[in-house]
């Protein structure tokens, strides 16, 4: 079993920045991905970015590239979101996500993350 926690949800204006974490622990060693999820009200959870274990390869969906930025720390088991410029309409609840699943590609489908965190708040004032 996998153990996700998220922290540094908050509030901020727009333009400024964030930036979460996700400390994992348990069965680490079979995670491939840690991806980051959001989801608004109303909306459907969205995939966001992720970023390999072993390496540093990265993937980012079209809306927040070049604004997010992932990062990863294996020695201390955490993944991190760092946000800059954002939005009102990056308003949403963050998630952490871990994958078993290898390869790279589908790192956008929710349902192949077989673990997932609790979730953090994100609200962005205009």
């Known amino acids: 079993q996998v153990q996700l926690v998220e922290s540094g949800g908050g509030l901020v204006q727009a333009g400024g920045s964030l930036r979460l974490s996700c400390a994992g622990s348990g069965r680490l060693f079979n995670i491939y991905v840690m991806g980051w999820f959001r989801q608004a009200p109303g909306k459907e959870r969205e995939f966001v970015g992720g970023?390999?274990?072993?390496?540093?390869?990265?993937h980012y969906a079209d809306s927040v590239k070049g604004r997010f930025t992932i990062s990863g720390d294996n020695a201390n088991n955490e993944v991190y979101l760092q946000m800059n410029s954002l939005k009102p309409e990056d308003t949403a609840v963050y998630y952490c996500?871990?994958?078993?699943?290898?390869?790279?590609?589908?790192?956008?489908?929710?349902?192949?993350?077989?673990?997932w965190g609790q979730g953090t708040q994100v609200t962005v004032s205009s």
């Open positions: 996500a871990a994958r078993e699943v290898p390869g790279l590609t589908g790192w956008s489908t929710s349902s192949s993350y077989a673990y």
């Open positions: 970023i390999r274990r072993s390496g540093s390869f990265t």
